[in-house]
């Protein structure tokens, strides 16, 4: 079994860590990993609620929420459908909600924190586009892992 830290050993050149302090795991699955999709918006997660709804096949949704923690991106209905839909994980740079019911969802979930603030919903956001978070520049189709020590992005699948 892979770990971020034995990935950057031996992949050195070709990966990029997400910095910045602050991000937690939320789902009940800490090791997570795939080829990553993207969503940015900003305490609207009209794009988000999309995007998991269609079916994962072990993609990492990656979402620039902008670092808000004003508005929950996720929470227990939205990731349980994505368990179910097949996602391996979600990473939010901004807020979740409903910790207690997502600790037991099968399905990474990696936030900077939560707020029990639901998302406001404009149907705003864009999806799949290039996604910049913890100076890092997510394209779709990069590969995404993520565990206990870090967050890390390449270009091509390492496991």
């Not at 979600?90 to 603030?117: F, K, N, T, W």
Request: aromatic share 6%.
């Amino acid at each position: 079994m892979w770990t971020t830290p034995d990935l950057c050993d031996a992949h050195a050149e070709e990966i990029d860590v997400v910095t910045g302090i602050g991000w937690q795991h939320f789902g009940a699955v800490r090791r997570f990993g795939g080829p990553a999709a993207t969503v940015r918006c900003f305490e609207d997660n009209s794009r988000v609620k999309e995007a998991l709804a269609e079916p994962g096949k072990g993609q990492v949704l990656v979402v620039d929420g902008g670092g808000s923690v004003r508005h929950a991106l996720i929470g227990d209905m939205i990731a349980a459908r994505a368990a179910e839909m097949g996602w391996a994980g979600v990473i939010i740079h901004g807020a979740c909600r409903d910790v207690e019911v997502l600790a037991g969802i099968e399905i990474g979930i990696m936030a900077l924190g939560s707020v029990p603030v639901r998302s406001v919903r404009r149907g705003e956001g864009q999806f799949g586009i290039v996604v910049s978070l913890g100076g890092v520049r997510f394209y779709p189709g990069d590969h995404v892992y993520a565990d206990e020590n870090g967050i890390i992005r390449a270009s091509r699948a390492l496991v």
